[in-house]
């Protein structure tokens, strides 16, 4: 079945050690999508790729970076994880101007 | 830049009434306003959506209604079902224009309780 798949499901790293979280597609979509979403609360667009090309959130913070290094694939690297950085990551895929289609997400716990 | 508003922020329904849930947006160049359900732990989901050239769009138990001059939209669910129990999520985008335009602005949900 076509879909948007991410690994892990669950990652617990410690405060300060990088991390890498990953999304994978079969959709064939030129648009991915990166979010945070904290409990009880909505996602919240941290970036995007149309393509190649990177667009940031003005409010997305640096130590959050993305590479998308072709269409199926885009990582997720969080540089040096706070324990505010603790949440739900999801992945999201669209063609231009179509609805988004979520992945399953990626639990990151920070001790 | 766009904004939208959701209520209410949690919706306790007995099994079968039906439930409404209502959200406002504030950029009325936005022409596509998706709904998602998320259960706990897992992905949101598209449920429903509907562009701005139309007023209502039904979909079996889900029908959504845009009012374009007041710049509101709203979710029902009729003959609710323990299953239905979730946050739902309304959203607004531009689309058409590409660029981050098209990226969905979200309302802070509402959980809904269905119970039996």
């Known amino acids: 079945d076509a879909m948007v798949i991410q690994n892990p499901r669950y990652q617990v790293t410690q405060f300060g050690k990088p991390v890498t979280l990953s999304c994978s597609q079969t959709?064939?979509?030129?648009?991915m999508y990166w979010y945070q979403q904290k409990s009880s609360q909505a996602p919240k667009l941290l970036f995007h790729y149309y393509d190649k090309d990177f667009n940031n959130e003005a409010d997305t913070p640096d130590n959050f970076q993305s590479r998308r290094p072709n269409t199926s694939f885009c990582f997720l690297d969080i540089r040096s994880p706070g324990l505010g950085d603790a949440a739900m990551y999801l992945c999201?895929?669209?063609?231009?101007?179509?609805?988004?289609?979520f992945g399953p997400g990626t639990r990151l716990t920070v001790t | 830049g766009e904004n939208v508003e959701q209520h209410p922020s949690t919706l306790s329904v007995q099994e079968g009434d039906s439930a409404v849930i209502k959200c406002t947006y504030s950029d009325s160049a936005s022409n596509y306003f998706p709904w998602y359900k998320q259960e706990l732990g897992k992905r949101p989901q598209l449920i429903i959506d509907i562009r701005s050239n139309v007023g209502e769009k039904k979909d079996q138990r889900i029908a959504v209604t845009l009012n374009k001059t007041a710049k509101h939209f709203s979710l029902h669910i009729t003959e609710t079902q323990p299953e239905d129990s979730a946050v739902y999520f309304c959203?607004?985008?531009?689309?058409?224009?590409?660029?981050?335009?098209?990226?969905?602005?979200f309302g802070k949900g509402t959980k809904l309780s269905v119970k039996p």
């Open positions: 959709l064939n979509h030129n648009v």
């Open positions: 999201a895929t669209s063609n231009r101007d179509d609805e988004q289609y």
């Open positions: 959203s607004a985008s531009i689309m058409g224009y590409g660029g981050s335009q098209g990226n969905l602005i």
